[in-house]
């Protein structure tokens, strides 16, 4: 068997309604766009939420992100490490500052964590739109649209 390195990328998008176990869909969404921490290209960051649970749904995965343990990923407490490299860094950071600038809500997070390594906060954007940057590229944090 030969193995081809290939250069897809996925963004998957999710979709949650107020039939959905609120609280499993909010640590699903953060599984999935936080879980790798960019060093693979499959980010489930992008969650469109119908608007009858929307402010539950971004209180609640704020009050998830809060829970993030971020550290060393060989440590079994650890559950956010860090970033793969200072390009990819420096991207999600770019990335941050583009939403604020757009006038996504920064809802949590969205700093880098001291001096020592490339840890970032886990982050939370609300009020995205299409147009904007964060609800184009890839990302590894959650945006939340309305549905």
Do not use: W
């Amino acid at each position: 068997m030969t193995l081809t390195p290939c250069g897809i990328k996925v963004q998957l998008h999710q979709k949650q309604h107020r039939d959905a176990g609120m609280q499993l869909a909010v640590e699903e969404t953060q599984k999935g766009a936080l879980y790798n921490q960019g060093q693979c290209c499959t980010a489930a960051s992008r969650v469109f939420v119908e608007e009858s649970i929307y402010e539950e749904f971004v209180r609640r995965s704020v009050e998830n992100a809060r829970k993030v343990v971020i550290g060393d990923p060989l440590d079994p407490k650890t559950t956010h490490g860090p970033q793969i490299d200072r390009q990819q860094f420096d991207k999600i950071m770019d990335l941050i500052e583009s939403g604020k600038k757009e006038g996504a809500r920064l809802e949590y997070g969205g700093a880098a964590l001291g001096d020592k390594g490339l840890f970032i906060q886990p982050t939370i954007f609300s009020g995205v739109k299409d147009h904007m940057r964060i609800a184009k590229e890839e990302v590894q944090f959650v945006s939340v649209h309305s549905n």
